[in-house]
Nanobody
């Protein structure tokens, strides 16, 4: 069993930055694929960024070069550095841990980009 707790969301002006953190409890964190997803009001949840157990990354086109994802297996944590934020980045951001036969989600953290 893995529990995920996101933090770091908030209100930020356009062009600003935020760093989201996801702390994972449980064992074998390093073998999980870790992802950040977001869901804006009235829209489907979408993948933002993914990092594999080996450290390979994948990004949505809308955030590529702005939102680097990273993981620290020693701290059981994954991060999303959000730079050059835009109003359209406003959403609830969720952390996900998954591998064959297991799939866990955090409760989400709100990110609002507005002047």
């Amino acid at each position: 069993q893995v529990q995920l707790v996101e933090s770091g969301g908030g209100l930020v002006q356009p062009g600003g930055s935020l760093r989201l953190s996801c702390a994972a409890s449980g064992r074998s964190f390093s073998i999980y694929y870790m992802g950040w997803y977001r869901q804006a009001p009235g829209k489907q949840r979408e993948l933002v960024a993914l990092i594999t157990p080996s450290g390979s990354t994948n990004y949505a086109d809308s955030v590529k070069d702005r939102f680097p994802i990273s993981r620290d297996n020693a701290k059981n944590a994954v991060y999303l550095q959000m730079n050059s934020l835009k109003p359209e980045d406003t959403a609830v951001y969720y952390c996900r841990a998954f591998r064959a036969g297991s799939d866990y989600w955090g409760q989400g953290t709100q990110v609002t980009v507005s002047s």
